[in-house]
Nanobody
């Protein structure tokens, strides 16, 4: 059974930092690309950042220079370091993993709330 467990969300003031973690189980994590997405109230889910199984990263323009995605294959975990947070970063953040060879093996976490106060 595949599980993705996110943690690290919370309430922070504008300009502050948070680090999200997503621990995976039930998969060979090193064979999966991983990413973080977010969904604000009344908006569609959007990509925040992705990291391939080989460590290549990609970011949404809105978070470039402020967020950093990383992974630790030994711990089966993907991270999102969020600095210089803005109120518009407020959303539920979701972890996603997708097998690098078989896209049907695509899994989501339950989401973690990030709230940035002004």
């Amino acid at each position: 059974q595949v599980q993705l467990v996110e943690s690290g969300g919370g309430l922070v003031q504008a300009g502050g930092s948070l680090r999200l973690s997503c621990a995976a189980s039930g998969i060979i994590f090193s064979l999966y690309n991983a990413g973080w997405y977010r969904q604000a109230p009344g908006k569609q889910r959007e990509l925040v950042a992705t990291i391939t199984s080989g460590g290549n990263t990609n970011y949404a323009d809105s978070v470039k220079g402020r967020f950093t995605i990383s992974r630790d294959n030994a711990k089966n975990t993907v991270y999102l370091q969020m600095n210089s947070l803005k109120p518009e970063d407020t959303a539920v953040y979701y972890c996603n993993v997708i097998n690098r060879d078989l896209a049907a093996r695509n899994y989501w976490g339950q989401g973690t709330q990030v709230t940035v106060s002004s």
